[in-house]
Protein backbone atom coordinates (compact mmCIF):
# COMPACT_ATOMS: atom_id res chain seq x y z
CA UNK A 1 0.00 0.00 0.00
CA UNK A 2 2.71 2.59 1.41
CA UNK A 3 4.85 1.73 -2.19
CA UNK A 4 1.59 2.33 -4.49
CA UNK A 5 0.69 5.65 -2.52
CA UNK A 6 4.47 6.95 -2.76
CA UNK A 7 4.39 6.09 -6.62
CA UNK A 8 0.82 7.99 -7.34
CA UNK A 9 2.21 10.79 -5.22
CA UNK A 10 5.42 11.07 -7.32
CA UNK A 11 3.79 10.50 -11.19
CA UNK A 12 1.49 13.27 -9.63
CA UNK A 13 4.46 15.84 -8.74
CA UNK A 14 6.09 14.35 -12.38
CA UNK A 15 3.17 15.64 -13.89
CA UNK A 16 2.95 18.94 -11.73
CA UNK A 17 6.17 19.84 -12.86
CA UNK A 18 5.84 19.17 -16.44
CA UNK A 19 2.59 21.28 -16.68
CA UNK A 20 4.64 24.35 -14.87
CA UNK A 21 7.26 24.28 -17.56
CA UNK A 22 7.35 27.01 -19.90
CA UNK A 23 5.29 26.79 -23.54
CA UNK A 24 8.09 27.57 -25.90
CA UNK A 25 7.85 25.15 -28.94
CA UNK A 26 6.66 26.93 -31.88
CA UNK A 27 8.07 29.76 -33.45
CA UNK A 28 9.19 33.58 -32.25
CA UNK A 29 10.36 36.14 -33.96
CA UNK A 30 12.27 39.34 -32.67
CA UNK A 31 13.79 42.88 -34.28
CA UNK A 32 17.69 42.99 -33.83
CA UNK A 33 19.97 46.09 -35.26
CA UNK A 34 21.68 44.80 -38.27
CA UNK A 35 24.07 46.81 -40.32
CA UNK A 36 23.76 50.25 -41.26
CA UNK A 37 21.03 50.73 -38.72
CA UNK A 38 18.71 48.83 -40.28
CA UNK A 39 16.55 46.56 -38.25
CA UNK A 40 16.11 42.83 -38.96
CA UNK A 41 13.89 40.35 -38.06
CA UNK A 42 15.43 37.40 -36.20
CA UNK A 43 13.26 33.87 -36.21
CA UNK A 44 13.68 31.20 -33.70
CA UNK A 45 11.59 27.65 -34.14
CA UNK A 46 12.25 25.90 -30.80
CA UNK A 47 11.12 22.81 -29.63
CA UNK A 48 11.18 21.53 -26.25
CA UNK A 49 11.13 18.32 -24.83
CA UNK A 50 11.27 17.90 -20.98
CA UNK A 51 14.60 20.14 -20.30
CA UNK A 52 15.79 19.88 -23.38
CA UNK A 53 15.93 22.88 -25.89
CA UNK A 54 16.94 22.14 -29.88
CA UNK A 55 15.79 23.80 -32.93
CA UNK A 56 16.98 26.96 -35.56
CA UNK A 57 17.59 30.41 -35.59
CA UNK A 58 17.17 32.10 -38.83
CA UNK A 59 17.65 35.78 -40.15
CA UNK A 60 18.50 37.55 -43.63
CA UNK A 61 21.83 36.97 -45.20
CA UNK A 62 23.54 39.64 -47.14
CA UNK A 63 22.49 38.25 -50.45
CA UNK A 64 18.60 38.19 -49.04
CA UNK A 65 18.82 34.40 -48.48
CA UNK A 66 17.98 33.26 -44.56
CA UNK A 67 20.59 31.95 -42.71
CA UNK A 68 19.77 29.46 -40.75
CA UNK A 69 21.85 28.25 -37.54
CA UNK A 70 21.56 25.46 -34.99
CA UNK A 71 20.92 26.08 -31.57
CA UNK A 72 23.38 23.64 -28.96
CA UNK A 73 23.38 23.67 -25.53
CA UNK A 74 19.41 24.19 -25.18
CA UNK A 75 17.51 23.99 -21.64
CA UNK A 76 14.42 24.55 -20.10
CA UNK A 77 14.11 25.29 -16.72
CA UNK A 78 10.36 26.07 -15.22
CA UNK A 79 9.67 29.52 -17.68
CA UNK A 80 13.72 29.78 -18.01
CA UNK A 81 15.35 28.63 -21.09
CA UNK A 82 19.12 29.30 -22.52
CA UNK A 83 20.82 28.13 -25.81
CA UNK A 84 23.93 29.33 -27.60
CA UNK A 85 24.49 29.49 -31.56
CA UNK A 86 28.11 29.01 -33.24
CA UNK A 87 28.79 30.80 -36.74
CA UNK A 88 31.72 30.91 -38.45
CA UNK A 89 33.39 33.79 -39.69
CA UNK A 90 36.80 34.04 -41.37
CA UNK A 91 38.10 30.51 -40.19
CA UNK A 92 37.20 31.99 -36.38
CA UNK A 93 34.17 30.30 -34.40
CA UNK A 94 32.17 32.54 -32.68
CA UNK A 95 30.12 31.17 -29.98
CA UNK A 96 26.78 33.70 -29.22
CA UNK A 97 24.92 32.92 -25.36
CA UNK A 98 21.18 33.40 -25.14
CA UNK A 99 19.17 33.22 -21.81
CA UNK A 100 15.78 34.24 -21.30
CA UNK A 101 11.97 34.00 -19.31
CA UNK A 102 8.89 32.76 -20.98
CA UNK A 103 5.74 34.79 -19.87
CA UNK A 104 2.76 33.83 -21.92
CA UNK A 105 3.43 34.53 -25.80
CA UNK A 106 6.84 36.63 -25.10
CA UNK A 107 10.33 35.76 -24.30
CA UNK A 108 12.51 38.19 -22.88
CA UNK A 109 16.07 37.47 -23.97
CA UNK A 110 19.38 37.96 -23.08
CA UNK A 111 22.00 37.99 -25.80
CA UNK A 112 25.53 37.71 -25.29
CA UNK A 113 28.36 38.19 -28.30
CA UNK A 114 32.12 38.05 -28.14
CA UNK A 115 33.36 41.74 -28.55
CA UNK A 116 35.12 42.74 -31.54
CA UNK A 117 38.87 41.92 -31.71
CA UNK A 118 38.89 40.15 -28.06
CA UNK A 119 37.43 42.96 -26.44
CA UNK A 120 34.58 42.15 -23.40
CA UNK A 121 31.33 40.35 -24.78
CA UNK A 122 28.48 42.89 -25.89
CA UNK A 123 24.79 41.95 -24.06
CA UNK A 124 21.98 42.88 -25.79
CA UNK A 125 18.02 42.59 -24.50
CA UNK A 126 15.05 41.83 -26.92
CA UNK A 127 11.75 40.66 -26.22
CA UNK A 128 10.71 37.67 -28.74
CA UNK A 129 7.30 37.13 -29.98
CA UNK A 130 5.16 34.19 -30.60
CA UNK A 131 4.46 34.08 -34.39
CA UNK A 132 1.30 32.93 -35.50
CA UNK A 133 2.62 32.39 -39.10
Not at 3 to 29: E, I, N, Q
Not at 38 to 53: I, P, Q, R, Y
Request: hydrophobic share 35%; proline share 3%.
Amino acid sequence: MTKKLLFVVSLMLVLAFAAMAADVSGKWTFEQAGRGGNSVTVTLNLKASGGSLTGTMSRPGRDGNAMETPISDGKVDGDNISFKTVQSFGGNDFTTDYKGTVSGDSIDLSITRPGRGGGDPVTTKVTAKRSTT
